[in-house]
């Protein structure tokens, strides 16, 4: 286990669980993940809210908050160059390309320039508009 200033990373199955992020105020209250489901991911609620929940799968994208300025909180792929650079205490996990879509739509997070430049543009062309 690995400890940020703000959050643990753990290593499950050889993949990154997101333990504890500075948002995840649940998380911090009941650090115990369920039987069979231990990855931390970030996704869209039922209800259409953006929320923390458990998973028995790892997370195929990542997300960072770069601040509080929303066009810098940005999504990648795992092994983006720019993404392993980020602090772990602001790195949170998507389960997959429908679930960065949907927060994406929500105005959450936007794509990576680095490992996603078509995207990155296309998002670019959004924002003009």
Known sequence: MTW????AVVIVEGHISMAVH?????RQINPTPPAGKPFRLFGISDGGKPSFYWSEKPGEYAAYYGGSDSSKW?????????GKRMKPENRV????????KALEQARIFRPCGNCNKKEYQRWQKEQQS
Do not use: Q
């Open 4 to 7: 940020g200033s703000r959050a």
């Open 22 to 26: 500075s948002r995840d105020t649940e």
């Open 74 to 82: 940005v999504w990648g792929t795992l092994g983006c160059g720019s």
């Open 93 to 100: 996990f998507i389960a997959d390309l429908a679930m960065v």
